[in-house]
């Protein structure tokens, strides 16, 4: 099994900056993908950033020149810097990361619980 801890949410006014982070923790011999979902209040969960294990990365049109992902191999660890926040990055952001723990198993993914990002003034 692989545990997931995300830190780093809280309230943040309009235009100001967090950086999430996740930690991944367990079984893993090897870690592919790496992203960030956020899910507001009556809406479905989306994704807002992924990075690949070549260090490739995509964002959701929304957050494309303020979000920036990264992860650090070397502590299983992804990032997510988040600048010039607006009202509508309101959301508790999980990230979630596809592993495996030996070479002959497939890649599953797994899940934070979840930070709760709110921007208000």
């Known amino acids: 099994q692989v545990q997931l801890v995300e830190s780093g949410g809280g309230l943040v006014q309009p235009g100001g900056s967090l950086r999430l982070s996740c930690a991944a923790s367990g079984r893993i011999l090897s870690i592919n993908a790496m992203g960030w979902y956020r899910q507001a209040p009556g809406k479905q969960r989306e994704l807002v950033a992924v990075?690949?294990?070549?260090?490739?990365?995509n964002y959701t049109d929304s957050v494309k020149g303020r979000f920036t992902i990264s992860r650090d191999n070397a502590k299983n660890m992804v990032y997510l810097q988040m600048n010039s926040l607006k009202p509508e990055d309101t959301a508790v952001y999980y990230c979630?990361?596809?592993?495996?723990?030996?070479?002959?198993?497939?890649?599953?993914?797994?899940w934070g619980q979840g930070t709760q990002v709110t921007v208000s003034s």
């Open positions: 979630k990361v596809s592993s495996r723990s030996f070479i002959w198993r497939p890649y599953i993914d797994y």
């Open positions: 990075i690949g294990s070549g260090d490739s990365t």
